[in-house]
């Protein structure tokens, strides 16, 4: 009997001697295991980003193909750590893989899961509306600063001028190109977040083809568990804020712009999706209305002119008559921007523990660490009993200590012989 094992490094660890033949791991399968061992390392980039990860898991794909051609009445097993375990998985997705692989050992890995944010279909949908009108804010916002930034120190070097009108246009032409970009950007973030959730999804495996072993104080599972924590806590200042603004919303859509201009306000029969989109938006759409109506009596050379108050006037009334949808969508654009940077704080603490990628799905995923996949699933959590008698706390971290202990070894071993 020939077994063909394929060891997978975990994150940051390209050449981990634990891969290697020579390794203490590798001699204990040699020497445990009846018949002929071949151990074959493989390595992945080992980004901390999901992408890295399934890229890695591709090229795990072609490693077993070759494997076919070169040991074909072989069994092969994989034995992975932390994040390998997840490419393991991912590659485990390719049927021809699957039937190929015996089995897979996964060391202190920590499975990730991205789940819908239970918000309610409603508050659920309009999230990526949500999500589009702050854009416009943030860049309107930059905009400003960076304008009178530039003001004062070009003032400082001469003297200039600039026409109103001109200042106007920018200003209009800034306000346009924001809010189409707040749009586009979020119809991307929604197709982005989709498209990773995806190709994250686990395999479906039989019990005995996967081998799950934890240690005690795993520093690394707990670090992670800590960023969950920290992120459920501020979910739970989340949930409140998202309810805030979904109630404001749908009263907004009651008495305010929706039903005083429903053609404007995102027609369906309208052959401009994303103007409808834009438009549809309460918030936007008072934005836009006003910005360039307050805009127009600034922008005319000699603001106290006769044509000035007569295009102010008319202007002040409108404004006073509509006032309530004016209210309410100032109070809708404020629970937007609390529920907005909420979801940024969490995404800013996702960043290290899961990559950018992961912090970029927060904002319509709600992100786990787990010990196993979905399902039933027999952990395995190793003895202190089994250690090696030199062992000692200065050798390494708890999260490296399956491919180190004569326990686990033993439980490698045993699993394997139990599939002849």
């Excluded at 009108?133 to 930059?142: Q, R, T």
């Excluded at 200042?167 to 209009?172: C, L, R, S």
């Amino acid at each position: 009997m020939q077994f063909v094992i394929t060891t997978v490094h975990g994150t940051f660890a390209r050449g981990a001697a634990w891969t290697k033949p020579e390794s203490n791991l590798c001699k204990a399968l040699s020497k445990g295991l009846v018949g002929v061992v071949v151990i074959k390392p493989f390595e992945w980039t080992g980004k901390n980003t999901l992408s890295a990860r399934m890229n890695g898991a591709a090229k795990l794909k072609e490693h077993f193909a070759h494997l076919q051609h070169e040991h074909p009445n072989a069994k092969h097993y994989i034995i992975a750590h932390s994040h390998g375990g997840n490419v393991a998985m991912y590659a485990m997705n390719d049927p021809g893989v699957a039937s190929l692989v015996s089995g897979v050992v996964c060391m202190s890995t920590p499975f990730i899961f991205a789940t819908r944010r239970l918000l309610g279909a409603k508050n659920d949908a309009g999230l990526s509306a949500r999500l589009a009108s702050v854009i416009p804010a943030l860049a309107l916002s930059a905009f400003q600063i960076a304008l009178v930034a530039a003001f004062v120190y070009l003032s400082t070097i001469w003297d200039f001028e600039i026409s109103k009108s001109w200042m106007t246009a920018i200003y209009v032409l800034v306000l346009l190109a924001s809010m189409t970009a707040g749009v586009v950007l979020v119809e991307w973030l929604s197709a982005f977040t989709d498209r990773l959730c995806n190709s994250m999804e686990q395999p479906v495996l039989d019990s005995e083809k996967l081998l799950i072993i934890r240690s005690p104080g795993d520093e690394a599972g707990a670090a992670l568990g800590g960023v969950q924590f920290v992120v459920w806590l501020t979910a739970r200042l989340y949930h409140p804020i998202a309810r805030l603004s979904r109630w404001v919303h749908e009263f907004e859509e009651k008495f305010g712009w929706a039903n005083i201009f429903p053609k404007v306000t995102g027609n369906p029969d309208v052959n401009l999706r994303l103007a409808g989109k834009v438009l549809g938006h309460r918030p936007i759409a008072v934005s836009l209305v006003g910005g360039i109506g307050l805009a127009i009596p600034l922008s005319m050379e000699g603001s106290g002119s006769l044509w000035s108050l007569l295009l102010f006037a008319p202007l002040s009334i409108f404004l006073v008559f509509f006032m309530l949808p004016v209210l309410l969508s100032l109070a809708s654009a404020l629970a937007l921007v609390l529920e907005v940077t909420v979801l940024m704080i969490q995404s800013f603490i996702l960043l290290l523990p899961f990559g950018p990628e992961m912090a970029t799905v927060n904002f319509y995923r709600s992100l786990s660490v787990e010990v196993s996949p979905l399902g039933s699933w027999k952990v395995n959590m190793l003895d202190d009993e089994d250690r090696s008698p030199d062992a000692s706390e200065e050798q390494g971290l708890a999260h490296s200590r399956p491919y180190e202990d004569v326990g686990a070894f033993k439980l490698i071993c045993d699993w394997i012989k139990s599939h002849r």
